[in-house]
C-alpha cells in the first residue's frame, strides 16, 4: 500500500467531485486530510451540502427541533475547515472524459450561463432521486417527495397551514410503503394527522419476508394506520370544494378520503441521465457500473453512493445489486479517496444491513431475503425464534422476533431479519459482522456475546438462532415451514399436535382446526393419544416447547415423520390467511 504522505506523485491534483452529501462530502475532506496541496472543487446542485437526509422525517415530526442540526456541515464550514471550494445551486450538464471538463450552470442566476471546470480526477457521488410515475395528477398542490432540505422545509411549511390539534384530524396519504414512507407515516401521526399507507406490494416493507412484515402490519393498525396492500394508485384527483385536498383514487376503483397533505414515498432511481450520456458505463436500471475500487470504466472517473451497482458478497459470483444507503456511501467516498492516492483499497461490496423504526417496534434485516433466493435459484432453509431481548427474570424483557436464513447443508448464512420493541438492531448488527466474516450458522451458536440480565441473556437471541439452524443441519430437527401447514394438515396421514397450555389455546385461540391439544408436560403419559404410525407436526407459542415435543416424539420411534413447525404460533396466526 502506498503511503500518501510519501507518495509525491500523486499530491496536487485537481479533483471535481459532483454530489456534496454522503459519498461526495466525505471524499472530499478524506482528499484534504491526505494532500493539502490538491485543489477541490465540490459541485452541489442544491443549496445545502452534507446535511442529514436520513433525519428529515423527524424534523418534520417534530422529534428534532433545531433546524441548524440538519446540516452536518455547511458550504462555508467546509471552505473554512478543509480549504474546498463548494459551489451550490450549481448543476452539471454535461462531462467530456476526453477533454476531462464538466460543465455546469449557477441556478440561481436569472439567466445562468455555462461554466467549464477541469478535473485530473472526477468523482460522481450524484446520488438518487425520487420516483414520480406518470400518474394523472401527480403534480398537484399538496403532493410531495421528500429528497433535501427543500423538500423537508415545503412539508414542514405545508403542515403548518392544516387544523392540526382540533377534534377532527386532516388526513395524509403516503404512497409507498418503505422505510421512508412508513417513518414518515409515524411522524405524520405525530403531527396529529390520521395516515392512510398505500402499497401496491403485498406487504410493508420489501426486504422483510413477509411473515416478518405482518409483525409491523399489525402494529401500524392497532396504532390506528389505515394500511392498503397490494393496491396501486391510479389517479390523484382534486377534492371536491377544496383544490388543495386530493383524492386519492386506487387501481381497484377505491376512492380514499380526501388528503390534505400526500407524501410520495415510491422509491428511488439514480440520478444518471448526463453520466450515461458521457460515455460511463451504466447497468440496465441506470446505475453506474464499478469495480471493487470504486473506478468506472473511464479512467480517472470513479463513483460512489447511491448511484451505483456493487458486488453482492452474500450471493458471490461476481453478483451485483444496488444498495441505496448512507453508511456505504460514506465508507465509498473515503475509499474513492484513499484509492486516488494510491493505497489501492478494494471495496468487498454490501450486505445491505439496514433498520428502522415504526412506532414502538424497530425492523432490521441483512443479507437476501426469501424472494432473493428464490429468484437466485438458491438453496435455503429458515428457521424463526422469539427469544426476550434480555433475561426474563428481569422486568421489560420483550420479544425479538428472528428470522434466520442459511444453506441447508454449509450453513453459510444468508440473511437475518428481526422486529420487536427493543434489541433488533444490535442482533442484526452481530449477525452483519458474522456474514463480513463468512461465520456459518454454527458459529453463531457459539459466538460468545456481552450478558448481564438487564439488557442480555446467557444464550443470546443470536446463538439461539445459530443453534436452531444447527439442528436443522444436523438433522435434530425437520420443519414444516408456515406457508406448508395448512397443505400438509389435510394431507390424510398428518397429526397437527399442539403443545400449549390449554389457557394458552383458550385465550389465543386455536392453531388449526384439528389440532391436538396435549400441552408439553403432559406430553409422555399422554402419547398414546396420537395415533401410531403417522406424521406429526408439532407447534407451541413460539417454538421451543415444541422443539422439545419434537425430540420427545422422535425417539419414542412410533411415528413416520415428526416435524417442527418454524416459528409456531407467533409467526402462524399473523399470516394464515396469506396462505
Known amino acids: 500500500m502506498t503511503n500518501p504522505d510519501t507518495n509525491g506523485a500523486r499530491k496536487g491534483q485537481k479533483l471535481v467531485i459532483i454530489g456534496g452529501v454522503a459519498g461526495g462530502a466525505s471524499c472530499a475532506a478524506r482528499a484534504r486530510r491526505l494532500d493539502e496541496t490538491a485543489e477541490i472543487l465540490l459541485l452541489q446542485s442544491g443549496p445545502d451540502v452534507s446535511f442529514a437526509s436520513c433525519g428529515m422525517p423527524y424534523f418534520i415530526g417534530g422529534e428534532i427541533t433545531d433546524r441548524n442540526q440538519m446540516s452536518v456541515q455547511t458550504p462555508g464550514s467546509l471552505r473554512s475547515r478543509f480549504n474546498i471550494d463548494v459551489r451550490v445551486n ?17 441556478e440561481t442566476q436569472a439567466s445562468p450561463e455555462k461554466e467549464d471546470f477541469t478535473y485530473d480526477q472526477l468523482v460522481l457521488a450524484v446520488g438518487s432521486e425520487p420516483l414520480k410515475p406518470p400518474i394523472p395528477g401527480i403534480n398537484r398542490p399538496g403532493l410531495f417527495v421528500l429528497r433535501n432540505l427543500q423538500d423537508m422545509d415545503n412539508i414542514v411549511a405545508w403542515l403548518q397551514t392544516l387544523p392540526l390539534g382540533g377534534e377532527e384530524k386532516p388526513h395524509a396519504v403516503v404512497a409507498g410503503a418503505g422505510f421512508v414512507g412508513l417513518e414518515m407515516v409515524e411522524q405524520l401521526m405525530r403531527r396529529g394527522l390520521d395516515v392512510t399507507v398505500v402499497e401496491m406490494l403485498p406487504q410493508v416493507l420489501g426486504p422483510l419476508d413477509v411473515e416478518m412484515a405482518a409483525i409491523v402490519e399489525e402494529d401500524m393498525r392497532k396504532k390506528g394506520v389505515n394500511l392498503v396492500t397490494g393496491d396501486a394508485i391510479e389517479e390523484f384527483l382534486p377534492a371536491e370544494g377544496d383544490e388543495r385536498s386530493t383524492v386519492v383514487k386506487l387501481k381497484s376503483g ?14 428511488v432511481r439514480p440520478d444518471t441521465k448526463i453520466i450515461s450520456e458521457a460515455g460511463i458505463e451504466c447497468g440496465p436500471r441506470g446505475h453506474i457500473i464499478v469495480d471493487d475500487y470504486m473506478r468506472t470504466n473511464v479512467p480517472d472517473v470513479w463513483a ?10 452474500v450471493a458471490g459470483n461476481d453478483e451485483k445489486w444496488a444498495v441505496p444507503l448512507a453508511g456505504p456511501a460514506n465508507r465509498q467516498g473515503r475509499m474513492i479517496a484513499d484509492n486516488i492516492y494510491g493505497m489501492n483499497r478494494k471495496f468487498k461490496g454490501t ?22 433466493l428464490i429468484q437466485k435459484n438458491l438453496p435455503f432453509a429458515c428457521v424463526h425464534v422469539h427469544p426476550g431481548s434480555h433475561a426474563g427474570y428481569f422486568p421489560g424483557a420483550k420479544s ?19 422486529v420487536g420493541e427493543d434489541g433488533v438492531e444490535k442482533r442484526i448488527d452481530v449477525v452483519s459482522t458474522a456474514m463480513q466474516g463468512q461465520l456459518t450458522v454454527g458459529d453463531l451458536a457459539e459466538l460468545e456475546l456481552c450478558y448481564a440480565p438487564p439488557v442480555g441473556s446467557a444464550k443470546d437471541p443470536v446463538n439461539i438462532a445459530g443453534m436452531a439452524a ?36 383458550e385465550k389465543d385461540g386455536k392453531l388449526i382446526e384439528g389440532a ?44 413416520s ?11 402462524y396466526y399473523l399470516v394464515q390467511n396469506r396462505v
Open 254 to 267: 377505491k376512492l380514499l378520503p380526501s388528503a390534505a397533505l400526500t407524501i410520495l414515498g415510491m422509491g
Open 400 to 418: 425479538v422476533n428472528f428470522k434466520l436464513i442459511f444453506h441447508p447443508t454449509t450453513g453459510k448464512v444468508w440473511g437475518a431479519q428481526a
Open 516 to 559: 391436538i391439544n396435549i400441552p408439553l408436560n403432559d406430553l409422555r403419559s399422554r402419547m398414546n393419544e396420537i395415533p401410531d404410525g403417522k406424521r406429526v407436526v408439532v407447534s407451541c407459542a413460539s417454538g421451543q416447547r415444541a422443539y422439545y415435543a419434537t425430540r420427545i416424539l422422535k425417539q419414542s420411534a412410533r411415528f
Open 90 to 106: 450549481t448543476r452539471v450538464v454535461s462531462i467530456n472524459t476526453e477533454a476531462k471538463t464538466v460543465t455546469a450552470i449557477n
Open 351 to 372: 450486505y445491505a444491513a439496514s433498520v428502522v423504526r415504526v412506532f414502538d417496534l424497530v425492523a432490521a434485516c441483512v443479507g437476501m431475503n426469501e424472494k432473493m
Open 470 to 505: 444447527q439442528n436443522v443441519i444436523d438433522g435434530f430437527v425437520e420443519q414444516v415451514d408456515w406457508k406448508e401447514l395448512k397443505a400438509v394438515a389435510s394431507l390424510p396421514d398428518v397429526v397437527v399436535l399442539d403443545v400449549r397450555n390449554g389457557s394458552e389455546v
Open 561 to 571: 415423520k415428526v416435524e417442527n413447525l418454524s416459528g409456531a404460533w407467533k409467526t
Open 304 to 313: 460512489a453512493g447511491d448511484a451505483i451497482e456493487v458486488r453482492n458478497p
